[in-house]
């Protein structure tokens, strides 16, 4: 049994850790709960690269993080580097800068995503949600691997969020980037999450033995800047959901909690919440459906067919 629970926050699930000479890399890190991670991480003793679209607005925060520590995190902590998720030459960008550095990765924290109603699409032309929430860090994720495992023991965790229950994939995912059916910004969210917990459950048989796993979440509800494109009245629903909202330090916490606990180190493919497991999504578990969308996004992404990734 946990011993944490929904009221917890990051910094009691992670109290008396002592993370130096750890590295984490928090994509999202500007805002909210990927802030927040970033923030304890540090506290910790772990360097943490924030990987933020806005360079403006990452520089500010850390800056404040790091202002507001009294002292108890350093200026070196914090590493800044640019990140856009939505297109795809960003991020083999990032991944390249980060192995020329030569750091190792004991956590990849995939946290950055977007929710939003309309349909969009990526530079690379993929449906945003598909295309930021999923294929963005499955690039990020494959292109580090072998650092990853390098690296180990280590983690990757996948931010998704219980929307995937709302999800209309199917095992021949069909339709990916919704140019067939009447888009559902909602649906098409969950199909993204849902994609993050199959991949995150692919990547731990995939990792298995070489000392890295990877697990899946749903922080809560939070109201953060995710929800700042949503119409009135989904911003209502969010207002009449606030007696069950988490604030920030809780709604990190199963974020934490997946990334730092020892009990989770030995085996991957969980799927938490309220740092403790919850139900999984539908397909999640089915091997051959999981590997069939890591085929399709290494297809996608350019991923080499014959990569031992």
Known sequence: MTRFNARSTAEQVTEGLDLRGKCAIVTGASAGIGQETARVLALRGCHVTMACRDLRKGGSVRDRLIADSAGRIGADALTLMPLDLANLQSVRE??????DSGRPIHLLINNAGIMIPMRRETDDGFEAHFGVNHLGHFLLTVLLLDRIRQSAPARIINVASDALHFATLTPEFEDLNWEKR????????????????????????????????????????????????????????????????????????????????????????????????????????????????????????????????
């Open 94 to 99: 990032l991944a390249a800068e980060y192995l």
């Open 182 to 309: 009447k888009f559902s910004g909602w649906r098409s969210y969950g199909d993204s999450k849902l994609m993050n917990h199959l991949f995150a459950n692919e990547l731990s048989r995939r990792l298995e033995g070489t000392g890295a796993v990877a697990h899946a979440l749903h922080p809560g509800i939070i109201l953060t800047e995710l929800a700042r494109d949503q119409p009135w009245f989904m911003k209502l629903l969010g207002l009449l959901a606030l007696p069950i909202a988490k604030n920030v330090a809780r709604g990190a916490a199963t974020t934490l909690y997946a990334a730092t606990a020892p009990e989770l180190a030995a085996k991957g493919g969980g799927y938490f919440s309220n740092c403790a497991p919850t139900r999984p999504g539908k397909l999640a578990g089915e091997a051959h459906v999981e590997a069939r969308l890591w085929a399709i996004s290494a297809e996608l992404t350019g991923i080499s067919p014959g990569s031992r990734q």
